[in-house]
């Protein structure tokens, strides 16, 4: 839990008000602007109460939130906003929400990311709220001159118990002039009085989505504003030699063309020509004409079937570094019952976000301005600064709504590319890239092989398990997601265990995708124990009861590799939000026909514990399914948005199975082989589950966020499901990959 630094105890000048902390994860205080005595903004200037950075009241009593995260649409825009209107007591449709810039001296962190969100801000916007409705409170008290105890706020007004009333906007002048009250004098509204937390409510940009409204930064336009695109190397890493600038220059709506060096960094300022023009289509249409001579550099002798076949060759070797060892699991597997030995492999897939990337920028007297949909403003940047040397109060970032993340807009290369360009210009500039460019020139999730050995004993209880996992890297690190941990489960649960993991050295540009590493591991894990749970004769849901055992809590870094990537596992929630969904599935207690079936998996990430079960259906053709979708959850103590929270979850499950179906990035040559939605196939409604069944199990933990936990169990749900039907078992993604046909 976050607290205030420094505590508030007596009387503050609003002036100074509630000074920001430094907090990990970006959370905040409470307030978050520092002015010298006597300054004013605006807002105060002309009357408004402004008590802290995230709220605005005028004295007509209209009422502005301001949300510092990025959106991107997981809701966060209108779930946090909801956080602080409860506490304020002011009714939602009044409520006017604005996007914050990227200002974390005003604001605190500003980030999407690792369902972060909302555990880093929940308790304090809590605060925020309740701090300036106290103050309004007092400023009514005051007026009537009466104790504020004998008053309450309700729905943006100020009621005595004698029944005078004082609006919000008519206490605005008074509650201007009040010192900030303390911290522990702020008494917050209780759960059972929350009249907005946990309804549903709307995301409030979606009139302006649905209507064609300018929200997301490819609407950006600015007065005198260019447009440029970006041709980069279609093998990774390399570099320009020559372009056809001088025939460029002189095509329809080109104003000028010219090549950028890079910074040699294939994550930040990749070397490219840059286009300028008068629209984005003649841009676009000169780039078909460019030519140009590239240095492809050396990734042009790697390709991921390269890649799969040394791991086949390497995979009875010693693995590069061993991440866990308990017990002896070759001598377990040699006296075990029965053993089981797997190969799961997976390939490198694009975030195919349906808004490509772009930002605008405008370099102008000695100011870098920046439009751009960020996901982590502060990368951005700080790249800017970095490579263009730039200092970082001369960077002024807004940030636009994005129109899909899943970790790809954490990664800031199209915003440096932006500014790059910018810098060589006197006018604004709208770079975008084609649909090519963002699956060409993405930062994937890595593509990943498992070699599994596992036993279980006479009674079937799993004794030995062996994972030599392959991975992705470069410089010595894996990529993002890449990189497993000692503690992953079932590590620390199995006495006998071993975990190796050997990296590849290759220059392909990885990132995190949503829920990294998570999004694949407890496919891998869930399958295999699912294999272990019938070479056993076990029931799956059984055997996973049983291998998460009796303690309440499972602690980090046991054995070798100290779970420095791990940490504690609350143990008791995975059991109880497994036997929820269970119960809400019935498991157990449907027969089905040859050709369906039932499957279940758990897992925990970013603070959220969710078990799913899927019911399937594949035909004799191979044709797959989905009947029925079920998840638990216990994201703890509060569902902020009841709507937000299932639209999350119900999101999850079809990108979940959407990856599964049909996406995968072959690489050869050091470059993509698909380049567009036509050989990169999504998934389309005709493939999404039938039903989809969300249910919260509410427990008394801090409220996490939504926008990754969910997805992790749902592919290896899905296969055990397709066992359970066809006997088949799926060890690869994606199934595009794998004949389902049964007889």
């Not at 995979?315 to 061993?322: E, F, K, N, S, V």
Request: charged share 20%.
């Amino acid at each position: 839990m976050n607290t205030l630094a420094p505590t508030l105890s007596g009387p503050v000048n609003r002036r100074d008000f509630l000074k920001l902390t430094g907090l990990a994860g970006g959370g905040l205080a409470l307030a978050f602007y520092i002015k010298s005595a006597g300054s004013a903004s605006a807002a105060e200037a002309a009357g408004d109460f402004t008590p802290n950075a995230f709220i605005r009241i005028t004295p007509s009593g209209a009422v502005t939130i301001v949300s510092k995260q990025p959106e991107m649409g997981q809701g966060v825009k209108t779930s946090l906003p909801m956080v602080i209107a409860e506490q304020l007591e002011v009714p939602w449709k009044q409520i006017t929400i604005e996007q914050g810039d990227f200002d974390e001296k005003k604001y605190g962190g500003q980030s999407a990311g690792g369902s972060s969100s909302t555990p880093s801000n929940y308790d304090n916007f809590h605060l925020v709220g309740a701090t300036a409705r106290t103050m309004l409170v007092e400023a009514a008290a005051q007026t009537w001159g009466v104790p504020a105890s004998e008053c309450r706020a309700e729905n943006a007004t100020v009621i005595h118990k004698s029944g005078k009333v004082l609006k919000y906007g008519e206490l605005v002048a008074k509650a201007a002039t009040l010192p900030v009250p303390a911290k522990d004098t702020v008494v917050l509204k209780k759960e059972k009085d929350f009249k907005l937390l946990g309804s549903r409510v709307a995301q409030f940009d979606t009139p302006k989505i649905v209507t064609g409204k300018p929200l997301f930064g490819i609407d950006t336009k600015l007065p005198g504003m260019v447009y440029a695109v970006y041709e980069k190397c279609p093998a990774f890493g390399g570099k320009v030699v020559s372009a056809n600038l001088d025939q460029i220059k002189t095509l329809p709506g080109v104003k000028d063309a010219f090549i950028i060096e890079g910074n040699g960094k294939v994550k930040e300022l990749v070397p490219g020509v840059a286009i300028i023009a008068d629209s984005t289509w003649s841009a676009f249409s000169a780039r078909k004409q460019l030519k140009v001579v590239w240095d492809e550099g050396k990734v042009v002798s790697e390709s991921w079937e390269g890649f799969v076949t040394q791991a086949k060759e390497k995979a009875a070797q010693p693995g590069g570094r061993t991440l866990r060892k308990d017990g002896d699991p070759d001598a377990a597997l040699a006296s075990a019952a029965k053993k089981v030995e797997a190969e799961y492999i997976y390939p490198f897939i694009s975030h195919a976000n349906l808004e490509p990337q772009n930002t605008t920028a405008h370099w102008k007297d000695g100011v870098m301005e920046v439009w751009s949909p960020t996901q982590i403003p502060s990368i951005g940047s700080g790249l800017v600064s970095r490579v263009l040397g730039i200092p970082a109060d001369k960077i002024k970032l807004h940030i636009t709504r994005a129109g899909g993340g899943f970790g790809r807009r954490i990664g800031a290369d199209y915003l440096i590319e932006a500014a790059a360009i910018a810098h060589k210009l006197t006018v604004p500039v709208k770079l975008t890239w084609s649909r090519e460019d963002d699956l060409r020139h993405d930062q994937y999730r890595p593509g990943g092989i498992h070699f599994l050995k596992g036993g279980v004993d006479a009674q079937g209880k799993v004794v030995a398990w062996k994972n030599h996992f392959f991975t992705f890297g470069e410089g010595g690190n894996p990529g993002s997601g890449g990189s497993l941990s000692g503690d992953e489960f079932p590590g620390r649960w199995i006495a006998n265990y071993q975990a190796e993991q050997t990296m590849f050295e290759t220059g392909w540009p990885m990132g995190p995708w949503r829920a990294p590493g998570s999004c694949v591991f407890a496919w891998v894990m869930h399958s295999f124990i699912d294999e272990l749970a019938h070479a056993g004769g076990r029931d799956p849901l059984e055997l996973r009861l049983e291998l998460l055992g009796d303690k309440d809590e499972m602690p980090a870094g046991g054995g070798a590799g100290k779970g420095k990537q791990g940490g504690g596992y609350n143990v008791a929630r995975m059991r109880n939000v497994l036997k929820f969904a269970a119960e809400k599935a019935g498991w157990g207690q449907k027969k089905f026909p040859k050709g369906s079936g039932a499957g279940l998996a758990f897992h925990f990430s970013h603070r959220g514990y969710f078990a799913q079960v899927a019911e399937v259906t594949v035909t004799k053709e191979g044709q797959l399914k989905v009947d029925r979708f079920v998840t638990g959850a216990d994201i703890g103590a509060q569902v902020v948005n009841l709507s937000g929270a299932e639209n999350q979850v119900e999101g999850s499950v079809i990108d979940g199975l959407g990856v599964l179906l049909t996406q995968e990035l072959n690489i050869e040559r050091g470059r993509t082989v698909p380049s567009n939605f036509n050989d990169y196939p999504l998934i389309r409604i005709t493939d999404a589950p039938a039903k989809i069944e969300t249910h919260f199990l509410k427990t008394n933990y801090p409220t996490t966020g939504l926008g990754e936990p969910a997805l992790p169990p749902v592919a290896p749900a899905i296969c055990n499901a397709i066992f359970a039907a066809t006997g088949k078992r799926v060890r690869q993604m994606p199934l595009s990959r794998v004949d389902l046909r049964w007889s």
